[in-house]
């Protein structure tokens, strides 16, 4: 029973006892005014039973000589016989008086009764209503509790179905995809467009549902309406920082020092924040250290100083960490760190090689060894700027190559190994032909599947980390690019295309995947089609206006989640154990 309740019966009792106690205050000067009457009656009747008394006693003494007869004078007799009537209308009076008194007095007190039997009522009916009230109260906190309950059971499970998920998507080889919705940003404005104008028309038709939903809704002019929802491994919101995105590559990190091949890649309409998600804004810029936590560091320096972090713990391992970086720009593989024959706009072309078919002969890319993250970043940096950009009308730096930074972790071999006493076995181990899966490491794991990189002899692979910003894709309309721009944008959307092919090859598990149609997935092939964890992040806009890249996207996110990898070729996918 509500608390309000209770108060309105307070205040409609205490407004009758007060009613009551005005109507006995009437009563009583009623009774005072009538006993005043009463008094100065009988004063009356005192003074006129004195004067009746002095007339009689002055009667008598004119009675003595004449008699009794002649002594009586008429007129006091006359008075008396007046006053009897009177004061027999008084004795009436006050009879009726005390009568009425009595009867309000009576009403009073019955009055009085009803009131108080009513009040005793009302004080039980309230206790009553307090104690329904305790009631509910224990009821509405024991259903809080279940509540609470019953929501961390369903946050365990949820948290148990998304470790289940993983476990399954890692058996099945899936490619792990995550969404990430960037925030409106000031170069989103339309000034031409009629229906930015409008305030009601929503200017953000990207929405994360939950952290694993995208809904896509968006209502245009001659345009059928859209409202689709797409599922991902993760979606991040508008809001969610640098350090969230990287909470979940963290754990990828972990599986590349247990010997898990590693490789994470961003995908997207130009614009929509890729080169910010892997490389934080202040890509191009000098090298921020990674350890500053509250920064808007990207992946690259945060996947940097945590895995020299991971290295510190455990010394004993001795691991080596190299680093290559390439670009690759109009369909040509360039390798950014190479000494020689660099132009100004990018390092010396190199060719793209895959564990199948790698030569010793051939020229293969630099690999600088770093010792700690500040080392890292500072050679990355460097490269970087080297790298192809070019303003278009989406986005001031539109990056126009697909950046790949590939991280060898080594490890020197047991003492007398084939590598140690024979360096030259050691050398066409590393980089001879090498049938899939039959390039191990001492220890007994298989190596990079990928042979884009010359070891240095006596050199176990232990595991590889790729970390690829890829070029945006992009509708010429919109970005407005021509001429050189125009052939650029035709070779990006091209390979993207070629991307897109290999992954519905493996999707629909064809015979013939084709890798080959482009550099960039030829360069790719072993981490598309082989064991590595690989993570998609697609970076997408929250705008109208962006709509058909952000459709075109989430689609190819969707067909990325479909593939199982290693069932591809026919067979059942190779056992992976960890090193
Ligand atoms: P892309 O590499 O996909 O072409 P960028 O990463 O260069 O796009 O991002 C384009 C612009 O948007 C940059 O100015 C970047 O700082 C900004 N941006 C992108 N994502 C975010 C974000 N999540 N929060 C804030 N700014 C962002
Ligand atoms: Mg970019």
């Known amino acids: 029973m509500p608390a309000a309740t209770g108060g309105r019966w307070g205040r409609f009792w205490e407004q009758r006892a007060r009613q009551l106690q005005r109507q006995v205050q009437a009563k009583e000067e009623w009774i005072v005014d009538l006993e005043t009457e009463n008094a100065v009656l009988h004063l009356r009747l005192a003074q006129y039973q004195g004067a009746a008394g002095q007339s009689g006693s002055a009667s008598a003494g004119l009675c003595s000589p004449c008699g009794p007869r002649a002594r009586l004078p008429r007129s006091p007799h006359a008075a008396l016989l007046r006053l009897c009537p009177v004061i027999q209308a008084l004795k009436q009076d006050v009879k009726a008086l005390h009568a009425s008194f009595l009867e309000v007095f009576r009403n009073f007190w019955d009055h009085l009764q009803t009131g108080l039997s009513e009040v005793a009522e009302g004080v039980q009916r309230a206790q009553l209503q307090h104690q329904a009230l305790l009631s509910w109260r224990s009821k509405a906190g024991h259903l809080e509790r279940c509540l609470q309950e019953a929501d961390s059971r369903y946050q365990l499970e949820k948290q148990r179905r998304k470790v289940l998920h993983n476990r399954l998507v890692e058996l099945k080889g899936n490619i792990r995809v995550h969404c990430r919705i960037r925030p409106l940003l000031p170069f989103d404005e339309e000034p031409e467009d009629p229906a930015s104008q409008n305030s009601s028309v929503p200017a953000e038709v990207v929405h994360a549902v939950d952290d694993e939903t995208v809904l896509v809704k968006c209502d245009r002019a001659a345009h059928p309406p859209i409202n689709n929802t797409y599922s991902f491994e993760r979606v991040y919101g508008p809001a969610e920082s640098q350090q969230a995105v990287f909470g979940d590559v963290r754990p990828l990190l972990t599986s590349l020092l247990d010997g898990y091949n590693v490789c994470i890649m961003a995908y997207g309409q130009t614009g929509c924040g890729k080169s910010y998600t892997m490389l934080g804004p202040q890509s191009t810029g000098e090298p921020v250290p990674p350890w500053e936590p509250h ?130 076995a050691a050398e066409q181990q590393a980089n001879g032909p090498w049938p899939e899966g039959s390039r191990r490491s001492a220890s007994g794991g298989r190596a990079w599947p990928g042979a884009l990189g010359a070891q240095r002899p006596a050199e176990q692979v232990h595991a590889k980390l790729q970390l690829v910003d890829l070029a945006g894709s992009e509708c010429v309309g919109v970005s407005g690019v021509t001429g050189s721009a125009l052939r650029e944008t035709s070779f990006i959307n091209r390979s993207l295309a070629a991307l897109a092919d290999v992954l519905g090859a493996l999707a629909e598990r064809r015979g013939h995947v084709p890798y080959r149609n482009s550099k960039l997935t030829h360069f790719l092939q072993d981490v598309l089609g082989g064991d590595a964890k690989l993570l998609v992040i697609l970076c997408v806009s929250p705008c109208r206006k962006h709509v058909a890249e952000t459709l075109r996207c989430l689609g190819f996110g969707a067909r990325a989640r479909q593939v199982q990898r290693g069932q591809a070729r026919g067979g059942s996918p190779a056992p992976r154990k960890p090193r």
């Open 295 to 424: 920064s808007d560091l990207g992946v690259l320096p945060r996947a940097a100083g945590e895995l020299f972090r991971l290295i510190s713990e455990n010394p004993s391992r001795s691991l080596k960490v190299d680093v290559s970086i390439v670009e690759v720009y109009n369909n040509d593989i360039f390798d950014l760190l190479a000494k020689d024959g660099r132009t100004a706009a990018s390092g010396p072309k190199r060719e793209a090689l895959t564990a199948q078919e790698a030569k010793p002969e051939v020229c293969l890319l630099t690999r600088e060894p770093v010792h700690s993250a500040a080392e890292f970043m500072a050679l990355a940096a460097g490269s970087l700027q080297l790298r192809a950009e070019l303003a278009t009308s989406v986005h001031a730096n539109s990056s126009r190559s697909h950046l790949i930074i590939t991280v060898t972790l080594t490890t020197a071999p047991a003492r007398g190994s084939p590598g140690a006493r024979h360096p030259r």
